[in-house]
């Protein structure tokens, strides 16, 4: 999938944006501006995993018009501010693989609930797929989700007993109460 352009913060061009700064409130606002910068870039392209090892590969971390690198080291401290917010969170344990969630998961089941809900479809399966790749879903904001994401997002709702994953061989679904 081609990348889409954002409009990309000023500091962005600012050398020092990519190297972590010393002072504490410097480096607050930088930690923030970063944050903000991956969900918005993540939620532009549909990103929803990010590999740490490759991150100096796209232009999310990496700057080439001023040949800047934000190293490994603090893409991971930075995803790990994201993780205190539920934006994020560690897919393997040796914190190389992320997911990034621009919407907390539980925003993202009140999204799907809230669809559910709007189309009358409770009482009904719907597959995986169909939930999130299905013409019927083209629209919404949730279109497109990774599985594995989408998979803790209705484990949520599950929880909250309003709904059913099924995971079969042969069907990979959701009915919904």
Same mark, same amino acid.
């Given at each position: 999938?081609?990348?889409?352009?954002?409009?990309?913060?000023?500091?962005?061009?600012?050398?020092?944006?990519?190297?972590?700064?010393?002072?504490?409130?410097?480096?607050?606002?930088?930690?923030?501006?970063?944050?903000?910068?991956?969900?918005?870039?993540?939620?532009? &392209?549909?990103?929803?995993?990010?590999?740490?090892?490759?991150?100096?590969?796209?232009?999310?971390?990496?700057?080439?018009?001023?040949?800047?690198?934000?190293?490994?080291?603090?893409?991971?401290?930075?995803?790990?501010?994201?993780?205190?917010?539920?934006?994020?969170?560690?897919?393997?344990?040796? &914190? &190389?693989?992320?997911?990034?969630?621009?919407?907390?998961?539980?925003?993202?089941?009140?999204?799907?609930?809230?669809?559910?809900?709007?189309?009358?479809?409770?009482?009904?399966?719907?597959?995986?797929?169909?939930?999130?790749?299905?013409?019927?879903?083209?629209?919404?904001?949730?279109?497109?989700? &990774?599985?594995?994401?989408?998979?803790?997002?209705?484990?949520?709702?599950?929880?909250?007993?309003?709904?059913?994953?099924?995971?079969?061989?042969?069907?990979?679904?959701?009915?919904?109460?």
């Amino acid at each position: 999938m081609p990348e889409v352009d954002i409009e990309w913060p000023w500091q962005y061009n600012f050398p020092p944006f990519f190297t972590l700064q010393p002072h504490p409130e410097t480096r607050s606002k930088q930690v923030a501006a970063w944050k903000s910068l991956i969900l918005e870039y993540c939620e532009k &392209n549909k990103i929803y995993v990010i590999d740490v090892r490759e991150s100096s590969q796209g232009p999310l971390f990496y700057n080439s018009t001023i040949n800047r690198k934000l190293e490994q080291s603090v893409i991971l401290s930075i995803l790990s501010e994201l993780q205190k917010t539920d934006n994020s969170a560690p897919v393997d344990k040796l &914190n &190389n693989r992320w997911e990034i969630y621009w919407h907390t998961l539980e925003e993202w089941a009140s999204m799907i609930y809230d669809y559910v809900l709007g189309q009358g479809i409770q009482n009904s399966v719907l597959t995986l797929h169909e939930l999130v790749q299905g013409e019927d879903t083209a629209e919404e904001m949730f279109f497109g989700m &990774n599985q594995e994401v989408l998979l803790k997002v209705l484990r949520l709702l599950e929880k909250d007993r309003k709904c059913e994953v099924i995971l079969e061989d042969d069907v990979q679904g959701v009915k919904f109460f």
